[in-house]
């Protein structure tokens, strides 16, 4: 396996090499460090590269490996984390340079499993300024940039860990998703981007963005790598005021091939949204495929999904706005001023405004949670188009022109509301070479079936095996 | 027992006589009528009285109890609810003229067990409109009065409740408590209020103030009948979003007259609070005489309380205004002024102070409950005064002139915010012969051991077997 195959290899497949010695951390940190000083100056997806501390991690999980103390599938794997979360003696930024010197005392959950789990730490990942924003914009400390196209949007606002998931600048990447910033950006680099169901894996330690939308999750290149870290990630935290007490199955145990009998439901309101011809193309195509697999593919009603863009924003905003209020007073000059502007909208939003959004969500909740008992799953496109250009305040979605930050978020901002497990995997291409994407969601807890269709899927497709042209 | 002796007796007392048909349904309806007949010119406590159909009702459970058919202790025991109480076919006003021929078609739920448990509803009770304050004012039905002094308020806003119950006008009452609405009236009538933990009795079919701290609880003259009544209408039901899924205990078991070990905690910032010496000097006698029962007093800290009003009011105003800002633009100009103005006010809190409020209040919450790691029990007066007069906006308060909602609420809102169960029972009279009360709060779902501190205390003393002057 040479350098280029070993960054673009999953951690499933790495995995059983370096547990039978066949390859070491050693090899798998320095391909990546050589694959990110290649192509950073063009993605710019770290804030913080730890090439010093993450080589000798590599060394020591060699050392170990070699005397027999292997931990498991994630043992010597490469993990970038989003720079939202807090990782102890390394600087945490949120993308932000006021926060340029913060250096914080203690790893964030996430990041504590991972290490326990003897994944090496390679850096922290570029983000869309406290996570306020859908593109990868990020003036602070540089935009994020497509690998498939440096001209294009990464997505945000984890666009960092997309670009360098889909760069194989490193095996396994987390999300922040309050709107869609996992599955957005996983999207548009054409990689795969699990945000599990709310309260499953533990917030304790990352900044907050909207404390009720908020989740956090795995950004990878295949299914299976999904299921290895959820096997590492989920599980209750009595830090998190917001986890949940629940069973932790085995996720590789869905990773079956097997969909046959599956009952997926199209809202139907997701291809009467404003859509690019060719991602509907391209979607329906991986429905057909997954019915052809076996499923049972069925169009199902989801009219208040009309009404989750502006039930969404007006929470996002209010919670946004509760929690930066200070640092809005402070240094509300020093902030990104489409983000300041923002902030400072949404401290308008009155009590009763945001109130009657809660409420607007509990019946969009139960209007979603009932189809969830006739199907398994919900399916449709990740995103209405593929990567914008950069910069851009405004796109054409089919036969419409509208807010980018309203097209991207459209498909995801639901299952910010309802809670529900939702995945985003690799489609198909535009003519363009661009990724597009198929996003199922499931039942609470349901991270299983998840995982199941969008791994049948995959296996049977070879998109997730395309890398990007830089 | 004579016709006053049936009034003032407790459905405990009654239920073994009606159950050996040594007194019928019949005989206790009429005497209850009689009494509400002669006292309802001076107390004002109902708004719909039910006559006719409550003498029905009582001649169809004596019917039913000599076929055999005793359905249990509350069967053909008066029950009267609060006016925001849902009762199919009855007028439900919830203390406005606005609501005057609303006619529900269906019983909120508590009404339906009340009913299952072959309680006879005997009317709707006079309150505070949309129960939003503490005294008992109300233009459109009357203010209501005092037993124990006319000119005196019955607090609020389950006041018609307050006055019902004291003056044996009825056996079992209702309130609903998001400021203190139980305990307030049940403190300043001198009869026993017990809110229960929050979730623990369904809000079905009740008129919400503030949904995230209203509680529905009973308003009896003895502990044995607060028991008797959560006998009934605890439990889980699916129709309230907030209603719990606990194991409901026989409540009546906690009525053992034991506190021997018992812990119980007096906040000192209780007694630091504005209060009244003369209410000092009895709670701290009560407290006395349930160390001498053999429980264990010390003073604990609880430095948060004096932020509770705050949090309380803003999370209370925000949540009333966004449920009632519709019923505002319409019908504004015909609520009581004061109400109106409370309402307007709060559709300026704005979402970002309402988080905080909220924020506050989890902080506050914590603190509380770890208290109750160490102690069983928290303690202190429910009231800081005796009642106030009526339309009085100010009152002294020991040394303290000061508002008199912010009086009233002082002691009962921080158990709204924790939704811990907290219970009120008389513990003495003023000088001039008016009620005095002592709270009693305990962990959550920890109803068992409320009521066996309130009972052991009311079993020692004579406090509830005095009866007022009307």
Redesign the interface.
């Known amino acids: 396996m040479d350098a280029i195959d070993i960054c673009y290899a999953s951690a499933g497949e790495l995995a059983p090499l370096i547990k039978n010695k066949e390859l070491s951390p050693v090899e798998i940190i320095d391909a990546h460090l050589a694959r990110i000083e290649a192509t950073e100056p063009v993605l710019n997806s770290f804030i913080t590269l730890l090439a010093d501390q993450s080589r000798a991690a590599a060394r020591q999980a060699e050392a170990d490996i070699q005397k027999g103390n292997y931990r498991g599938p994630l043992h010597g794997i490469p993990v970038a984390l989003k720079d939202l979360y807090n990782t102890g003696g390394v600087r945490t930024t949120s993308g932000s340079r006021l926060f340029d010197n913060f250096i914080p005392e203690e790893d964030c959950t996430v990041a504590a499993r991972f290490r326990d789990a003897g994944a090496i730490l390679l850096g922290k990942l570029n983000m869309h300024q406290f996570a306020y924003g859908p593109t990868g914009e990020n003036p602070d400390y540089g935009h994020m940039h497509n690998p498939w196209d440096p001209e294009k949007v990464t997505g945000g606002s984890s666009g960092g860990s997309g670009s360098a998931t889909a760069a194989g600048q490193c095996t396994i990447t987390t999300g922040s998703d309050t709107g869609g910033s996992i599955r957005i950006p996983a999207a548009l680099c054409g990689i795969v981007g699990l945000k599990p169901t709310y309260g499953l894996v533990s917030r304790y330690g990352l900044t907050p963005l909207s404390w009720s939308l908020d989740h956090p999750g795995p950004m990878v290149r295949t299914v299976e790598d999904a299921a290895l870290a959820m096997n590492v990630i989920a599980g209750y935290d009595p830090k998190d005021?917001a986890s949940a007490q629940v069973d932790i199955p085995d996720y590789t145990s869905a990773l079956t091939n097997d969909v046959r009998g599956l009952r997926i439901g199209i809202p139907k309101e997701y291809f009467d949204a404003p859509l690019d011809p060719e991602v509907s193309v391209s979607v329906r195509d991986a429905l057909d495929l997954l019915e052809s697999l076996g499923a049972v593919v069925t169009v199902v009603d989801l009219p208040m999904y009309k009404d989750t863009q502006a039930i969404s924003t007006?929470i996002l905003m209010?919670?946004a706005?509760?929690y930066h209020?200070d640092l809005l007073g402070r240094d509300g000059d020093k902030l990104y001023p489409p983000i300041r502007l923002r902030l400072e909208a949404?401290?308008?939003?009155?009590?009763?405004?945001?109130?009657?959004a809660q409420?607007g969500r509990?019946i969009f909740n139960r209007q979603a949670r009932r189809l969830l008992d006739d199907v398994d799953l919900l399916a449709g496109p990740t995103e209405p188009v593929t990567a914008p250009q950069l910069l851009a305040e405004r796109i054409q979605v089919g036969e419409h022109e509208m807010g980018t930050t309203a097209a991207l978020t459209q498909y995801s901002r639901p299952y910010n509301l309802t809670g529900f497990p939702a995945i985003a995997i690799p489609c198909g291409f535009s003519q363009s070479g661009m990724p597009i994407s198929l996003q199922l969601a499931g039942r609470p807890f349901d991270e299983l079936t998840v995982l199941r269709a969008a791994h049948a899927y995959e296996q049977a497709t070879d998109w997730h095996k395309r890398r990007p042209p830089i």
């Open positions: 005021v007006a209010a919670e706005s509760a209020q949404g401290l308008f939003i009155t009590a009763a405004d945001y109130l009657r409420q509990t």
